[in-house]
């Protein structure tokens, strides 16, 4: 074993979650044959290079390489762990060369899930203090080295750029020439970090690493592996939840032109080909006649009855604060029902994976937000030991949650195990947005009561999945999802009698899962939208009504008044036309936003413009930090204005862009982020976009029209002229 | 056998007439950049020039091409309003997770090599049929009008 295969983590943190779970191997790194068009991956060894930890290696010409332990679906991760990494390592950052890490769960586990995963927007907060120490512990080791070669105190040297210096005798080495002398020294275990205030990388709007190769068709995405030999498939499953495949004519799909193989399973139907036009040719060809099975009759009004009546049931505490009970005896009492669809991820990369079985082993190339996971899964579907399957990460081309399940992977094993050579399985978009594991149907029952302008009872019930029961079982404790009441424990306002609960309902055969912004997507859109109601009910602005309930959240207070002042707040606007606010502590960032829209006689809304302010902590790069919140805040838009998934008879009725409809250029009007400077540990930031503006849009429209929205997505009837109560 | 100008070359494929051009780059021809997103050119990840015009390839079957020459994100870049949308892209960090963007670029260099200063309705109508998933409109926005500026 080599520098490669020491932890530097440590034992998880949370231990105790990953103790549940499959985890608890080690492996030994192993890479076999690349695809043709694959980038520089990992390399086989660390020998002759500096690699005192996961993340670190230094050649001899000084080449700095770094593992991400985070995958890059588009947030700007691997440059943001860079920047951490080299930040603290003192490198040339114009010598980084940054790679995928393999999956090791020893290694590269996320400290915040202990298992390896990228999610939650909690890359950067999670690996913040890991990878400054793994910086610093490298930069102290090579100085020492350089110290001890020309027998000074290391001390007396400094670090910079991917040289040392000895400013007293005015020599400087390079760090490659210094690879041999640092490999020998111990790892320092708790290294000095920078005072933040001499930071040179981070804080810096620095250029991404993945993005030249993204302007030129060069990038390879999990879907773009070739491989000698490489075949293609597509598949159909049961078009009903549950259903298995009954009877398959394939007689007209063998005669395609290019068609080489029909794979037929329990429950879904696949066609192999020389490339996916003969595979989509085929399995159109196909006559299927599939036994629907027990949910051929299941309709979203059926899940909707089932989730209201849920919701009228008590649920289990997951959070106390004062009395509730005398808290709503006092004031004015009003009450308000939330109701969130099921959503599709629609990741434009469509679900794929490329795998080739042989008897003994076998490899998966694929885009992962879970790379060990995909690796045990297809392991336990393939009943080999989890070294004998070696998976290629990818970028991936968009996650927003559906990639932090290895479904696919174990579909596409199904598939390849029937298959001689490697085959690559790909869904059509159909199937991608009709099997996909969705965003929950949601459903949130609030009571409050309002004294002289503030809340003084608030009773909250969330109910609806428990993805973190499935999803991370240990971390499923007491009957309470922590997802499912994520920002609704931590509710910003100063509410001095609170009582939150949580009712698990889980829809029948309806698969459920993350979807960008999570738990707190639910709960920052029911208390935001009551807020508004609230402050109406009180006679008060919007943004006055938070402010004054926000003296123990000071940063969401000062974003607050930011992005008033920043989208005019209060100045005069045409008729039907609205500005509507919501604010968050979600993710560990602190965001406000204002939309403003119009909505026409027949009910049309037309987004006018959107104003976030945020306070992220330190922005370690301040240009991603816009570029999430200006994307997160158009995806939350497009399911506001469009998202819903839909049951009727077993089957999801979308089926792709046509009708399961996307925000374009034409729609999206002027967007401005305000990052506010902070001297905070980070914050998260990729979902929280996605999460302020559905709020603020419900908002604007009330204030446009009066009509109170309480479910989503918006429904123009209800705001056309002729119906306005 | 079929031969096609793809980025100034002749190109050799056996493929039947009918199979869109899409999967006669990526599968045949092993040209990964340009992107299958939708099959019914909904989103236009699969964008590419037939004669500089922007065409959805997931719709085109191959063998309606005839003479014609066929640009892809691979060749984009040697046609100055391609270079210009490229140097866009990177100058102002455009890109998120990048699947759409190879069909953005595509449709935006069309754009600007038929008319080098488009007003933002010329955005709109050049752009719309183009879906990103990450939100990146803002920035492509940006983007063209950076790129029409150096013109």
């Known amino acids: 074993m080599r520098a490669l295969d020491k932890p530097l983590l440590g034992p998880s943190r949370r231990g105790v979650l990953k103790a549940g779970l499959a985890g608890g191997f080690w492996l030994a790194f192993h890479f076999p044959a690349r695809a043709v068009n694959e980038p520089e991956q990992q390399p086989d060894t660390t020998e002759g290079q500096f690699a005192p930890n996961a993340f670190i ?210 429950d879904l139907v696949a066609v192999v080909g020389d490339h996916m036009w003969a595979a989509k040719q085929g399995l159109d060809a196909l006559v299927v006649t599939w036994d629907d099975g027990k949910y051929a009759n299941l309709s979203s009004r059926d899940i909707w009855e089932d989730l209201r009546a849920a919701s009228r049931k008590e649920g289990v505490i997951a959070k106390t604060v004062g009395d509730v009970a005398k808290g709503l005896s006092q004031g004015d009492r009003f009450e308000g029902e939330y109701e969130l669809p099921f959503l599709a991820h629609a990741a434009m990369e469509p679900m794929n994976c490329t795998v080739h079985a042989r008897p003994d082993g076998c490899e998966v190339w694929i885009g992962t937000q879970v790379l060990a996971r995909v690796q045990q899964t297809v392991a336990q579907v393939a009943g080999l030991p989890v070294d004998k399957v070696t998976v290629h990460n990818h970028l991936l081309g968009g996650g927003f949650g559906r990639r932090l399940e290895p479904d696919m992977a174990a579909t596409a094993f199904r598939i390849a195990q029937h298959v001689d050579g490697p085959v690559k399985v790909v869904w059509t978009r159909e199937e991608d947005i009709r099997h996909d594991i969705y965003r929950p149907v949601y459903r949130d029952v609030i009571s409050a009561s309002l004294s002289n302008g503030k809340i003084v009872g608030w009773k909250y019930r969330i109910a609806g999945s ?260 | 056998m079929a031969t096609l100008k793809i980025n100034g070359e002749d190109r050799n494929f056996d493929a039947p007439d009918d199979m869109p051009l899409l999967w006669v780059l990526r599968d045949v021809l092993g040209m990964t950049g340009t992107k299958f997103g939708c099959g019914i050119a909904q989103c236009g990840a699969c964008t590419v020039h037939i004669d500089g015009n922007p065409v959805r390839s997931c719709l085109l079957p191959v063998g309606a091409i005839g003479n014609r020459s066929v640009t892809t994100i691979e060749g984009i870049g040697a046609t100055e309003a391609g270079a210009k949308a490229q140097r866009a892209w990177l100058d102002l960090e455009v890109i998120q997770c990048g699947y759409c963007q190879s069909g953005q670029i595509m449709s935006a260099s069309a754009l600007l090599a038929t008319n080098p200063h488009p007003d933002d309705a010329d955005i709109d109508a050049a752009m719309s049929g183009n879906i990103c998933r990450c939100g990146t409109y803002v920035r492509i926005r940006e983007a063209i009008k950076r790129a029409s500026g150096e013109a």
């Open chain 1, 57 to 266: 290696r230094i050649d001899r010409s000084g080449k700095t390489t770094l593992v991400m332990p985070q995958v890059e679906m588009g947030q700007g991760v691997y440059t943001a762990v860079a920047m951490i990494l080299a930040e603290e390592l003192d490198a040339d950052f114009a010598q980084v060369a940054v790679v995928h890490a393999p999956p090791n769960e020893k290694l590269y586990a996320n400290p915040f899930f202990g298992v390896q995963v990228t999610g939650s927007s909690n890359s950067v907060r999670a690996f913040w203090k890991p990878l400054r120490q793994a910086g610093a512990a490298a930069r102290a080791m090579l100085v020492r080295a350089a110290a001890k070669e020309w027998q000074v105190d290391p001390a007396s040297c400094s670090a910079s750029n991917g040289k040392v210096a000895h400013a007293a005798s005015a020599r400087t080495v390079g760090y490659g020439d210094l690879v041999d002398a640092a490999s020998g020294l111990p790892v320092p275990q708790d290294p000095p970090l920078k005072d933040p205030k001499n930071f040179t990388l981070i804080g810096k709007p620095l250029k991404r690493f993945d993005t030249p190769a993204k302007t030129n068709g060069k990038v390879v995405y999990g879907i773009d592996a070739m491989l000698p030999g490489i075949k293609f498939a597509t598949l159909a499953q049961s078009p009903v939840f549950g259903g298995k495949v009954g009877h398959v004519d394939d007689s007209a799909a063998k005669s395609i032109p290019g068609v080489r193989q029909i794979v037929v399973l329990d």
């Open chain 1, 466 to 725: 428990a993805i973190i029961a499935r999803w991370l079982p240990p971390a499923f404790t007491n009957g309470i999802d922590i997802d499912a009441v994520d920002s609704a424990v931590d509710i910003p306002y100063d509410i001095p009698n609170l009582q939150v609960e949580y009712v698990r309902a889980e829809p029948p055969a309806v698969p459920t899962g993350f979807w960008r912004g999570v738990g707190a997507n639910n709960n920052v859109f029911a208390i935001e939208c009551f807020m508004d109601e609230l402050a109406r009910k009180a006679g008060m602005d919007p943004v006055a009504f938070r402010v004054g309930m926000l003296g123990k959240t000071p940063r969401l207070k000062a974003a607050l008044e930011l992005v008033a002042e920043k989208s005019d707040w209060g100045k005069p606007l045409p008729a039907r036309v609205g500005r509507g606010v919501s604010a968050q502590p979600s993710f560990g960032s602190f965001i406000a936003t204002v939309v403003e829209a119009e909505v026409d006689e027949r009910g049309e809304v037309r987004l006018r413009r959107v104003t976030s302010a945020v306070d992220t902590g330190i922005a370690v790069n301040p240009d991603t930090i816009q570029a999430q919140l200006q994307g997160g805040l158009i995806f939350g838009l497009t399911a506001a204005l469009w998202g819903e998934i839909t049951i009727e008879k077993g089957r999801v009725q979308q089926s792709n862009f046509n009708d399961y409809r996307m925000l374009r250029i034409d729609e999206v009007p002027r967007i401005d982020v305000h990052v506010i400077k902070s001297g905070e540990d980070p914050g998260g930031i990729g979902e929280t976009g996605a999460t302020a503006s559905p709020p603020a849009l419900r908002n604007a429209i009330y204030a446009a029209t009066g009509v109170a929205l309480r479910r989503l997505p918006i429904d123009r009837a209800a705001l056309a002229v002729a119906n306005k109560a």
